[in-house]
């Protein structure tokens, strides 16, 4: 959002989103601190407001390429409510610029 702000010239915005796979293989968004320490994997990444593609991945862990499937999924579904925050946070700022 800052880079938003300072009007810097981007392609797109980007959001980051972390995901858990628990001990018994299940994926858990937004985790918090003692959940990481406890998680089989903790994966965070960065996708893309455009095409919705990843852009890094910080993982650590064990997990199957099934389950990083799923986690990819998982969170890009999730990044389009982040990128509709930001869309909405954008368009109040702005609508009281306007006023």
Do not use: W
């Amino acid at each position: 959002m800052a880079l938003m702000d300072a009007g810097l010239p981007m392609k797109s915005v980007f959001c980051g989103i972390t995901c858990m796979i628990d001990s018994d293989r299940n994926i858990l968004l937004d985790p918090t601190t003692t959940m990481e320490k406890e998680a089989a994997a903790v994966l965070t990444f960065s996708i893309d407001s455009v095409e919705k593609q990843l852009l890094t991945l910080s993982t650590k862990g064990s997990y199957s390429v099934e389950e990083l499937q799923q986690c990819v999924a998982i969170c890009q579904k999730a990044a389009e409510k982040i990128f509709q925050f930001y869309r909405d946070l954008v368009s109040r700022r702005y609508s009281k610029l306007n006023e």
